[in-house]
Each structure stands twice: as structure tokens, then as C-alpha cells.
């Protein structure tokens, strides 16, 4: 069983950068579909980005297409999330999640199936 810790969150400024990373434990986080979500306050948790087992391909948010790229080292067990051009609507607790069932796509909507979740990082955007 994978378990999951998040990090690399904070408080930064409209516009500004930061890189959160998931390391996981287990021999077999080759073998999983990796996905960070997110939730603001009052609002439902949502997708954000997924990343196929290889890294090959990737699944992301129409509103962080473009700014987030999701990455995954699988020597070190980690799956990342750069995020540029930050907003204050992107202030949320950030989650990674990991499936070894569903693909890059379908775990987009695939929130309240999902058994393998990290305690969450919060990301403050400031205006």
C-alpha cells in the first residue's frame, strides 16, 4: 500500500511560483496513476492534474492549463506540481492522490472513489 506526503506548500504572492512535491512510500509507485486536487475553503475538492505511471502523458484542469505542470521521478517516488502564474483563486489545500486502476483521464472524475490520499498541503495565493 502507497502512502502519500505532500509538501512545498505556502504563501505567496499573485503572479508568483511554487512547486509542491508527494513522496510516496512502497516499491510499486511505478505502477500508479498520480493526481494532485485541490480544495478551497466552502467549495467541493476538484481536479487538477494527473500524470500516467511513466510520466508519458498527462490530464490537467482547463483553468491551470498552461500555468501547472504535474511531473513524477519514479527513482524517487515523487510527484510533482509546478505551479506559475499563481492567482488567488488557486488558494486551496492541495491533495495527491494515487490509483493503480484508473488512467490519467478517468481519475479526473474519479474523486469519490479514490482510496489513497495525502493529509494535503495549503497553497495561499495573495492579491
Known amino acids: 500500500q502507497v502512502q502519500l506526503v505532500e509538501s512545498g506548500g505556502g504563501l505567496v504572492q499573485a503572479g508568483g511560483s511554487l512547486r509542491l512535491s508527494c513522496a510516496a512510500s512502497g516499491r510499486t509507485f511505478s505502477s500508479y496513476t498520480m493526481a494532485w486536487f485541490r480544495q478551497a475553503p466552502g467549495k467541493e475538492r476538484e481536479f487538477v492534474a494527473a500524470?500516467?505511471?511513466?510520466?508519458?502523458?498527462?490530464n490537467y484542469a482547463n483553468s491551470v492549463k498552461g500555468r501547472f505542470t504535474i511531473s513524477r521521478d519514479n527513482a524517487k517516488n515523487t510527484v510533482y506540481l509546478q505551479m506559475n502564474s499563481l492567482r488567488p483563486e488557486d488558494t486551496a489545500v492541495y491533495y495527491c492522490?494515487?490509483?493503480?486502476?484508473?488512467?490519467?483521464?478517468?481519475?479526473?472524475?474519479?474523486?469519490?472513489?479514490?482510496?489513497?490520499w495525502g493529509q494535503g498541503t495549503l497553497v495561499t495565493v495573495s492579491s
Open positions: 492522490a494515487a490509483d493503480r486502476k484508473r488512467s490519467h483521464v478517468a481519475i479526473a472524475t474519479a474523486i469519490g472513489d479514490l482510496g489513497l
Open positions: 500524470v500516467s505511471p511513466t510520466g508519458t502523458f498527462t
